[in-house]
């Protein structure tokens, strides 16, 4: 009898403890919700200050400054797309080129080569392909690519010579990854040769100072010092 009052009190506290479990499973997710919440808001906050202060601070830049930057920015852009066509250029080429001599036409030719062709020409074909999808003819296709990227001009009118007049396009290929091959040879000598101008500024303003700060000053230092 005595045991009674015990078992009935833990039964009532077992009845009791289970809505406060399921309330605190409950609330434990949202908890931890609120916690990443707080610490992302915490990483960010940093980040969000300074790219208002760099808007605010680009606000306050003359309209021509900003005019000027803005158009020198697009033009290293598209630079840097030109570099990546060049580059890409001969390998597609010879992608089409091995597509043709297989017996594809210049279509399936563009087809396969979107497949297989490095990333930055391989978007420009797909394009091709999916305005073809879209009831657009060949050639305009192919015109709106040469007219996007005229560095695919002379790879775009050779294809348009096949599809248009039946001219064969496996030597015209050839013909243009060689030139493309020449082009980029002679674009990566330029830029070799152009190297040392450009080591011009950090060895005029960093070297020199530098080594007139550990060599020469304190020289001259030494030399004042013993004079007086």
Do not use: K, N, Y
Not at 92 to 100: G, I, K, S, Y
Not at 168 to 176: E, F, H, K, S, Y
């Amino acid at each position: 009898m005595s045991a009674l009052p015990t078992v009935l009190g833990l039964a009532w506290g077992a009845l009791l403890a289970v809505p406060v479990a399921r309330r605190a499973r409950a609330v434990q997710p949202r908890a931890r919700l609120r916690t990443i919440r707080a610490m992302h808001r915490h990483a960010t906050a940093p980040a969000s200050r300074v790219r208002r202060w760099w808007h605010r601070l680009a606000a306050t830049v003359p309209t021509p400054v900003r005019r000027v930057v803005a158009r020198a920015r697009e033009q290293r852009r598209q630079r840097a797309a030109d570099d990546r066509i060049v580059a890409e250029l001969p390998v597609t080429v010879d992608l089409l080129a091995v597509a043709v001599g297989a017996g594809c036409t210049p279509f399936l030719a563009v087809d396969t080569a979107a497949r297989w062709a490095p990333p930055t020409l391989a978007a420009f074909l797909g394009g091709v392909r999916r305005a073809c999808a879209l009831g657009q003819s060949f050639g305009a296709a192919l015109d709106d690519v040469a007219a996007t990227a005229p560095s695919l001009r002379p790879l775009v009118d050779a294809l348009l010579a096949s599809d248009r007049f039946g001219a064969p396009v496996g030597d015209a290929l050839a013909r243009v990854a060689a030139e493309q091959r020449t082009a980029l040879r002679r674009r990566a000598e330029a830029r070799a040769r152009s190297v040392p101008v450009r080591l011009l500024f950090p060895l005029v303003f960093l070297v020199l100072p530098a080594f007139g700060l550990l060599t020469v000053i304190p020289a001259v230092l030494t030399g004042i010092g013993a004079t007086t």
